[in-house]
């Protein structure tokens, strides 16, 4: 069984930072790209950013600059490093990673069970 466990929303200011982590356990034989989506009230999930195996990052267009994701291979963790937050940044936020459970089968998507981000004065 695969699990995505994430950590590190919360409420904050305008103009503040919180760290986002997700951690990747259980067995599989590889972790390939990983990211971060979010879902505001009454709109669709979006993809915030992505990171592949080899560090190749994506960021949305609304977060570029203010962003910044990462991860550690050797924990099996994915981090994104949210600055300068705006209330437009509210949203539960997602954890996804692309996962292949035997080298004989396709990579699968898995999914955090969400964290709260809320900015706000």
């Known amino acids: 069984q695969v699990r995505l466990v994430e950590s590190g929303g919360g409420l904050v200011q305008p103009g503040g930072s919180l760290r986002l982590s997700c951690a990747a356990s259980?067995?599989?034989?590889?972790?390939?790209?990983m990211g971060w989506y979010r879902q505001a009230p009454g709109k669709q999930r979006e993809l915030v950013a992505s990171?592949?195996?080899?560090?190749?990052?994506n960021y949305a267009d609304s977060v570029k600059g203010r962003f910044t994701i990462s991860r550690d291979n050797a924990k099996n963790t994915v981090y994104l490093q949210m600055n300068s937050l705006k209330p437009e940044d509210t949203a539960v936020y997602f954890c996804?990673?692309?996962?292949?459970?035997?080298?004989?089968?396709?990579?699968?998507?898995?999914w955090g069970q969400g964290t709260q981000v809320t900015v706000s004065s």
């Open positions: 990171i592949t195996s080899a560090a190749i990052t």
């Open positions: 259980g067995s599989f034989w590889r972790l390939n790209a």
């Open positions: 996804n990673a692309r996962i292949k459970r035997f080298s004989y089968v396709p990579e699968s998507d898995y």
